[in-house]
């Protein structure tokens, strides 16, 4: 009888590491905790709900943009164009495209109520260095909002998000091809200008 | 008699000639493969938006100042509740047999103890709704998702997706029951179903989209297009493989390394 539980518990304990690193290695559980932890800022901070761009800007220089690799999402945004632009035309158009998205939220934070991230019942995409993971925000009065959040492993062996899907509208995709229309115009001094007056709008 | 006629011939014409000067002639910079029609798309995007800002827009904010938030649910509850015969035909069609008894139960019991469908009791007794319309039908037939198409008052759709429309008109129970009835009764019917769609999208932020868009034609475009694929993937029309990763559809990434 003791020699059964010796043996159990040596397997549990075989399987503790294995447990850990494969924990470790899922994103999910990492991209739920970062969502709810952001959710939670939200929810204490009166002046994030109202919308007040000096607020919203440390929520997303401090919050959110560690964990994204926002020149990649630039340069999904820009599409194959991102070729021919100067390095300070780069710089403009990240610095452009943040002050865009900080907008974008502007808007979506006000409908955070009593929202939970969690993993969704279900088959999750399987994990690879590029891939998507789904998160759900569950609320008691509303119906659940779908998120899914695109990410890849960078060198220093980091998960970083490149791009954002709510209810399987892709932000950074839904831009570019906006954008192209502007680009084909102007170029990227046009698209420039065009982020400028939307921006400052 | 004649006279009323040619007056009304003038009429139309007038109508169709203001239409046009409305919207005008669109112009396609950028074709899109799944958006062939886009000229015409563009006009009738136009079209809409002009309609929107001049007649539902009004009319759904006054309905949402007028009625409180318990009083639109209870509405948009009736409205999907008189709808759901189209859901039993579509499931039935899919040869769905489990979900096409499900959706009935949902009917009948809201229908009762839901008071006439003001309640979703169904949902309450954990029985949950299932969308589902008559271009997952024909998807699961076989039939391609074709092209896009805004259609005049009625928006985004596709040539596959857009024959829900004829189904949901004409199995509906609002449609059954007024059929004897004058026009006008028919007409606020249809008019209360397409307030509702609104309010709906109002809640969704939509309208927060269209404000942050630069081509708001293509923005609409993209989200209507994407949604609809991530809605029929979320119903099980695509069979996923075991190491998909979910990226399928989307551009590459490129990185500096």
Known sequence: MQRRQLLVGSACLAVLPSLS???????????????????????????LKSGDPKALRELVEKEIMPNVDFAA??????????RQATPEQRQTLQDLFEALLIRVYAGALKRVQDHVAQIPKG???????????????????????????RIYKNKANQWKVVDLNVEGIWLAVNYNEQFQGVISQGGIEGLIKALQEKVNA | MRRWIKSSKLA?????????????????TQPSAQDPYESFNRSM??????????????????????????????????????????????YTLQGQLEKTLVSTLRFLLNLTFGLGGTIDIATHLGIPNHSTDMGETLARWGVPEGHYVVLPFLGPTTTRAMWEYPLDFGANVGTVLLWHEP???????????????????????????????????????????????????????????????????????????
């Open chain 2, 45 to 90: 995007f136009v079209f809409n938006q002009k309609m929107d800002s001049i007649v539902l827009k009004p009319v759904t904010k006054a309905y949402r100042f007028v009625v409180p938030k318990p009083g639109r649910e209870a509405v948009n509850n009736v409205l999907t509740n008189l709808a759901a015969p189209a859901q039993v035909i579509n």
């Open chain 1, 123 to 149: 088959r999750q995409p399987a994990v690879a260095p590029q891939m998507v993971v789904n998160v759900e925000l569950v609320s008691k009065q509303q119906a659940p909002i779908k998120l899914g959040y």
């Open chain 1, 21 to 47: 690193w494969a924990d470790e290695d899922n994103p999910s559980s990492w991209l739920v905790d970062i969502t709810n932890q952001v959710l939670d800022k939200i929810r204490a901070n009166p002046a």
């Open chain 1, 73 to 82: 999402t630039t340069r999904l945004m820009v599409g194959p164009a991102w």
């Open chain 2, 183 to 257: 026009l006008a009764a028919r007409a606020a019917f249809g008019a209360s179903r397409v307030v509702n769609l609104r309010n709906n999208l109002m809640d969704s932020g939509a309208d927060d989209l269209l404000k942050d868009a630069f081509d708001e034609y293509v923005a609409v475009r993209n989200a209507y297009l994407q949604h609809r694929q991530y809605q029929l993937e979320q119903r099980g029309i695509v069979n996923h493989k075991d190491d998909d990763n979910g990226l399928a559809g989307l551009p590459p990434l490129e990185l500096d390394q």
């Open chain 2, 12 to 28: 139309v014409l007038a109508s169709v000639s203001a239409c046009t000067l409305l919207v005008g002639c669109a112009q396609v």
